[in-house]
């Protein structure tokens, strides 16, 4: 096993660190939320990873998003009063992540987000809360390199150096916040509460990173804090590769329909967070998109600017192209419902999940 993965009889220990963290009187109430749907054969693995680094004053959040394997049986076997069950209908893993966020108490310290399949390093729960804690009142969000492995967790790889800072710009049209790193402070959380569960975002995620991003801090680690892990069942992986990479960007960006996610998520912060920005971040907004009834639509600046927005100069391009189709009278990818006034993407069957 390579150096850069921990072996498995060491992931469920707790470092002298973590367990320092978790008696320590000032220990932070920290909820950990965790959306969960199919996935019997891997939560096991990682709600132990989970539970072992847990301060005193923290507590699981389990949302299932309409299972019908053994996935809540597997969770309430390990009969830990730590965890709390909530089973539900099948939201997709956006918007049943954005309900989880929801139901978080006010009063938290943080929130870190958990994927089902993955398995948490050692550290990760205290590296998370020393970045998040130094930045008081401001709201704060944490997220960090990833280590990929194969269902068995032997390693593939680890995620490259971000070329590009975090910011504000960079989250309009990307995400670089994998959810499954993600931590947000108490003044995030209470942030993004006031916008609830809006129906036209579909990727939690991006969504909390350009909220962040608009308000407050973006803190990116690179050290990886947890084991990604690559198997059949994942709907948004992120492999290694550049077949595995090409085939991926082609569903999101085609199946998926990835522009009308775009304005669609844009669209809800407009109208949740439009009127709240700093005149430097409405400029910005404004500067390339405009807001309309139901959706978002780009403005020709988004395709003919001379700043490079995306992490990757070749993303920024593919970006433009797509955004250059959709000032176009029919956007391609698109289709008329019938009964309706405007072009929307194509109904999907059962909704997705990220696992």
């Not at 997709?92 to 399949?117: C, E, H, I, R, Y």
């Amino acid at each position: 096993m390579g150096a850069d993965v921990v072996a498995r009889d060491n992931l469920l220990d707790s470092t002298p660190a973590t367990r320092s963290l978790g008696i320590a009187a000032n220990a932070p109430y920290v909820v950990v939320i965790m959306s969960t749907f199919q996935g019997e054969r891997y939560v096991r693995e990682q709600m132990l990873s989970v539970l072992s680094q847990l301060p005193a004053r923290g507590t699981v959040l389990v949302r299932d998003d309409g299972s019908t394997d053994r996935t809540v049986d597997e969770i309430a076997a390990l009969t830990d009063p730590r965890i709390t069950i909530i089973a539900g209908q099948n939201l997709g893993f956006g918007q049943s992540f954005l309900t989880l966020l929801s139901l978080v108490p006010k009063d938290v310290d943080m929130v870190m987000l958990a994927d089902q399949d993955d398995v948490w390093l050692p550290d990760k729960l205290q590296r998370a809360w020393g970045r998040l804690n130094q930045l008081g009142s401001e709201p704060g969000l944490y997220g960090s390199a990833q280590t990929f492995v194969d269902q068995n967790l032997h390693p593939l790889g680890r995620t490259p150096p971000l070329p590009r800072s975090p910011s504000m710009a960079n989250a309009l049209t990307e995400n670089i916040i994998v959810g499954c790193t993600a931590a947000i402070n108490r003044a995030a959380l209470l942030l993004l509460q006031r916008a609830g569960v809006p129906a036209s975002v579909r990727f939690h995620d991006w969504w909390i990173y350009l909220v962040v991003s608009a308000f407050g801090v973006v803190v990116y680690d690179e050290e990886p804090t947890l084991l990604y892990r690559q198997h059949g069942g994942n709907v948004i992986g992120r492999h290694p590769g550049l077949v595995k990479r090409m085939q991926r960007a082609w569903k999101v960006i085609v199946r998926d329909d990835w522009t009308s996610s775009l304005l669609g998520q844009i669209h809800a912060f407009f109208e949740h967070y439009g009127n709240l920005i700093s005149p430097d971040g409405k400029s910005l907004l404004t500067h390339y998109f405009v807001d309309r009834e139901e959706t978002a639509v780009p403005r020709w600046a988004s395709v003919f600017s001379p700043r490079q927005r995306h992490q990757s100069l070749i993303d920024d391009v593919v970006l433009r192209c797509l955004l250059a189709l959709r000032k176009l009278p029919s956007a391609p990818f698109m289709m008329q419902r019938p009964g309706t006034s405007r072009l929307q993407p194509a109904r999907r069957a059962p909704k997705d999940h990220r696992c």
